[in-house]
């Protein structure tokens, strides 16, 4: 599982130095933020000069997912002391969360969960830190015949690809890229955020038809 | 506002969002299905909307790259078949790299 993080990492260090900001500004974003498609939208969006607010408001929706984690992890980290339920939440990521749900349903002793947490988070980031420097390091050395602009929509597009399982999600991806494609007009990368926004309330109301 | 305080600012407010419910735990918080499955939608949403702004505009203005939309047919391909994302990266750059050799856009 961790080992699929490294090409990730190493996309976005590689997406940091074709965007031509500062390479360990960048990367610093896989220590602070340590959520690949959120550094990866904002990358995207600094690229297009959006302003600062959208930058990072689209980071923090892309990982709004993160607070529907919380909530399923939240009844197995309930007997933990408190400094592991404040220090733990930092290093959640859609792998750790994943395989520690599957864990906590047959393992009910909490010093076995968290160590287990803590075990797969940490993998989980080390991996993820190591190809962003990779990815920074080699980024330079890369000949300009590889058109490395093109590793930041391919890893969303490898990303979008499994979340399109039921129509509401494809509808939702279908109307926010049109929306964002036919309002470029509109400034500080607004285009983005009103696509994806439409996206989700079309989404939302096929939702509602398949299921009422 | 400079690059690193603006990661630092999503990285604090994502820490937030990560540690909600669990340090909130014994609230007996539930969240709405509607909502959650709305929520859902989200990914799909933002991804595609990042997707389609790197893929047909370049700084706001219209790019059509040939190249680009072959390499992402077979990334798609590739992970819809494989499930391999490793291998859709590397086999789409590919792709990416031998059209453009060939002097395609």
């Known amino acids: 599982m961790a080992v699929a993080t490294f090409p990730f990492g190493l996309a976005y260090g590689v997406g940091v130095t074709a965007a031509g900001i500062d390479r360990w500004v960048g990367a610093s974003a896989s220590w602070t933020v340590l959520a690949g498609a959120a550094q990866l939208s904002m990358l995207s969006l600094i690229e297009s000069h959006a302003s600062w607010v959208v930058i990072v408001l689209t980071g923090l929706v892309v990982n709004i997912r993160f607070a529907l984690y919380s909530m399923a992890l939240a009844p197995g980290f309930k007997e933990f002391p408190a400094r592991w339920r404040y220090v733990l939440p930092y290093l959640m990521t859609d792998q750790t969360a994943a395989l520690s749900l599957q864990y906590f349903n047959d393992h009910p002793d909490p010093v076995a969960r968290r160590w287990y947490y803590l075990g797969a988070g940490a993998l989980t980031a080390l991996v993820w830190w190591a190809g962003t420097l990779v990815g920074i390091t080699l980024g330079a050395a890369i000949p300009p015949s590889i058109d490395i602009a093109f590793t930041v929509p391919l890893v969303f597009v490898v990303l979008l690809v499994p979340t399109l399982i039921d129509r509401p999600g494809i509808v939702a991806a279908l109307a926010a890229a049109v929306v964002t494609v036919t309002t470029t007009s509109l400034p500080h990368g607004l285009s983005t955020v009103l696509g994806a926004g439409v996206g989700v309330a079309l989404g939302a109301v096929v939702d509602r038809r398949v299921r009422p | ?105």
């Open chain 2, 1 to 105: 506002m400079s690059l690193a305080w603006q990661f630092f600012i999503a990285g604090i407010g994502t820490y937030l969002i990560r540690a909600s419910a669990i340090v909130l735990v014994g609230h007996g918080v539930t969240m709405p299905t509607r909502l959650e499955r709305t929520l859902r939608l989200i990914a799909p949403a933002v991804l595609a909307a990042i997707i389609a702004n790197g893929l047909v505009l370049d700084q706001g203005r219209l790019n059509l790259r040939v190249s680009w939309y072959a390499g992402t047919i077979v990334a798609v391909f590739i992970v819809r078949r494989f499930r391999s994302a490793a291998w859709a990266i590397a086999t789409a750059m590919l792709v990416v790299w031998a059209l453009q050799q060939a002097g395609l856009r």
